[in-house]
């Protein structure tokens, strides 16, 4: 059975740094490109950053661009979200994810098959 469990959430105030992390298990985690989502209340659920199986290629929204960072140890089957001058409107769910394609994020869209529980993240004015 795949799991990834998110952790590291929590409530921080405007301009601050988050770390989130997701362990993965059940699966070859080395074998997943993993990615990052997140949903505000009453909002569609956003893409945020994406790393491939070997972290060659990352993709990210716009919104996050330059401000969060995404990583990946193969090795601790755990990918990370580094969050930095968070913004209220950053405010919301994160949700990690796996995609089991061999693919290049540079040319193509991350695809998730499997999700995490999520993660509260609350940025403060």
């Known amino acids: 059975q795949v799991q990834l469990v998110e952790s590291g959430g929590g409530l921080v105030q405007a301009g601050g740094s988050l770390r989130l992390s997701c362990a993965g298990s059940g699966l070859t985690f080395s074998r997943y490109g993993m990615g990052w989502f997140r949903q505000a209340p009453g909002k569609e659920r956003e893409f945020l950053a994406a790393?491939?199986?070997?972290?060659?290629?990352?993709r990210y929204a716009d919104s996050v661009k330059g401000r969060f960072t995404i990583s990946r140890d193969n090795a601790k089957n755990t990918v990370y979200l580094q969050m930095n001058s968070l913004k209220p409107e950053d405010t919301a769910v994160y949700y990690c994810a796996a995609d089991r394609r061999l693919v290049n994020y540079l040319d193509t869209m991350f695809e998730a098959d499997y999700w995490g529980q999520g993660t509260q993240v609350t940025v403060s004015s």
């Open positions: 790393r491939s199986r070997n972290g060659g290629s990352t």
